[in-house]
């Protein structure tokens, strides 16, 4: 299956790649059984089949270069064309011996310029009167040209530090303002930012981030140099695949494990930054309210420490710095997603803890609404952030084992305790998913029996997936909320739901678009097959994809819903179809099913003809759809000003804006004291709707009239 390693003479690369006279990295056997290994794993493995040919080689070149170096600032453009000479030889030479001579020979390039970096930073400095200028910085150069010599370069480096320094600044007076503000107030607050950094100069505090930063790659083994090239060919499948070192491996096992000690938020690396993807429900993060998907980490601190910028840092070694014991404190410096290039760096400490199953569990409550006819109804509101179940206990027989399932339909038992349920909200909004069990017996509870989901995988073979139990545990309206981190097995519900014509769908325009499976293959497994018994490492890639029972793919398009609200989350860079190359959308044959409401459709034409009027009339949503639109348009552009009066004018006019969204989306509540929640936008506007539903399905049926017609 696998082809033999065999020993190979080194390319001399040194003139063709300028490589540095030392050798930082160096190929070894085992590091080219590793790269051959994976290259043909993710071949044969992977439900996406690439092939071994020039152009694809060609992508990987592409791939790593951007790994290395996504905002162009290390390498020219000479560089790139002579490098660009060898990039049809990457791919074959991987699959053929696991060559990577030529990857580390651009990666020991790589450690070179680092350390150029590390000194023209050094012996720059900077007065008060360079950040009064009219300069521009380009923050996204994703489409940018590389520069086309040192000279270029350099000014770029000068654009950048001095882009650093600035945000630096703002956050000191952002500080300062607010110092002013509490002791006008009387307010004791501590400050939190690490004292240790506070009294550092900006331009200190961004040069020793850069040393910390060109030290940690200059200190990475060559196992974790092999892992950056192979990871730049596991994107070419797809997001979701990639190779794990042997150090990495063990931080994923732990992570799976749910042992895992830090701050609760699932995160990925995309163009060099640390990116918030979901917050774990009940842990630090998720309590706290301040970090939100969408969020940038732009360094790590510990407790009394000062921070170690992560730009450009592997994943998982991120993931160690903001790991440890329980208890102890991390101060994370972010970019605020929703702030695009205009983000101001803030400070956010946290308490590690375990994230505790208890506060991920559902929750439910009994709203009391007035309807049209003047009756009380009383509306059932539960909260999924996860659909969680204790396989341990439910494997070895435990009746009472703890699942989504059970709690939601023990909720629903409740509610129906003071009298009859009028009507039933599931919120699924920011549910990143869980178990694919689950989500098939949550389905159950509101359909009598049928298909749930569809999986089929890479040879093509399709598994059905079906609830079996005939009990229905609520048979009247129902709504589901979602919004666009809805993920995985939300999406697979929320379809169900949807297919069965079981209920009303709500929330953004689509869900987060996840619809592929992921499995893990340890390397080790294989290597005694060819002779060999060394850590090798994990791949993790996607074999499998979901489908709808209606045939449709819930991969990239998500899930629709019937009912779209004008949201932020719609407008933030989050969701499979924004990752670089996600796998497309597709379809294959629908299954037999029985609708449960056959006039659902035309039930939902007059239910969104009300909630459009209502949300149209509705100032909270006017003012809510103004600042979306005027976030958008300064969020797209990707020229700072690096002018320090001209980027405090912008902090402070958008400074309100924020601010009202948070009162309006029940943003920053952090506190269970019903005094002082804010408004929910959305669930407001739901509860609406079903006001309206429950009307429309409590309405006579019209009397027929001769011929046959209402």
Known sequence: MFHQIKKICVFVLAAVLAVPAFSAFEETEELR??????????????????????????????????????????FTKEQI???????????PGLAATGDVSIAFGIFNEYLKILGEYEDFVKKQNFTEADFQTNETFDFDRSKAEWPADK?????????????????????????AEEAKKDAKSGKDVKTKATPAVAAKPPAERVKKRIEQFVQFNQKLE???????????????????????????????????????????????????????????????????????????????????????????????????????????????????????????PVNIVLTRTKVELKESEAKGELHKIKGPDGRTLHVGVITLPSFYIDFKAASTGNRNYKSSTRDVKNLIEGFKKPGPLDGLVVDLRTNGGGSLQEAVSLTGLFIKTGPVVQ?????????VYKDDDPEITYDGPLIVMTNRLSASASEIFAGAIKDYKRGILVGDQKTHGKGSVQTVADLGHYLPYLGYNFPAGSIKLTNAKFYR???????????????????????????????????????????RHPVFDASLAATVGKLKKKSDARVDASRDFSALKRDIAYLMKNKNKKMISLNFDQRWKEYQREKDIYEEQSKLLHLDSRTDDNKNRKKDLYLEETLNIMRDYIAEKNAPAKPLLAGGKK
């Open 151 to 175: 000279a270029e370069r350099n000014e770029l480096w000068r654009k950048k530090l001095k882009s650093d320094i600035l945000a630096f600044m703002l956050q000191d007076k952002i500080k």
């Open 81 to 91: 064309t002579l490098w660009r000479m060898h990039e049809r030889r990457l791919l």
């Open 455 to 463: 999986l089929r995988d890479a040879a093509g073979r399709v598994e």
């Open 549 to 591: 029972i209606s045939g449709a793919s819930t991969q990239m398009k998500g899930v629709s819903p019937d009912i779209a609200f004008p949201t932020f989350t719609d407008t933030m860079e989050t969701g499979e179809d924004k990752l670089e190359n996600a796998m497309e959308w597709d379809s294959i044959a629908p299954l």
């Open 222 to 344: 060559p196992i974790e140099a092999l892992e950056i090239y192979l990871n730049s060919l596991a994107r070419l499948y797809d997001p979701h695949t990639n190779y794990m070192a042997p150090r990495s491996e063990e931080d994923f096992n732990i992570g799976m494990q749910l042992s895992l000690v830090g701050i609760g938020a699932l995160l990925t690396n995309e163009d060099g930054y640390t990116k918030i993807v979901q917050i774990i429900p009940g842990g630090p993060a998720d309590k706290d309210k301040r970090l939100k998907a969408d969020d940038r980490i732009i360094a790590v601190a510990q407790e009394n420490g000062e921070p170690v910028d992560v730009v450009d840092m592997p994943l998982t070694k991120v993931v160690s710095l903001i790991r440890g014991e329980e208890g102890t404190k991390v101060t994370l410096t972010i970019l605020e997603g929703i702030k695009g290039a205009k983000a101001v």
């Open 33 to 74: 059984l590793i790269a051959n290994l994976t290259t043909s794993m993710f071949s044969k493995m992977h439900y996406v089949k690439r092939d071994i040919s020039p152009e694809n080689s060609s992508k990987l070149f592409d791939s790593y270069i951007k790994a290395l170096d996504p905002m162009k600032i290390f």
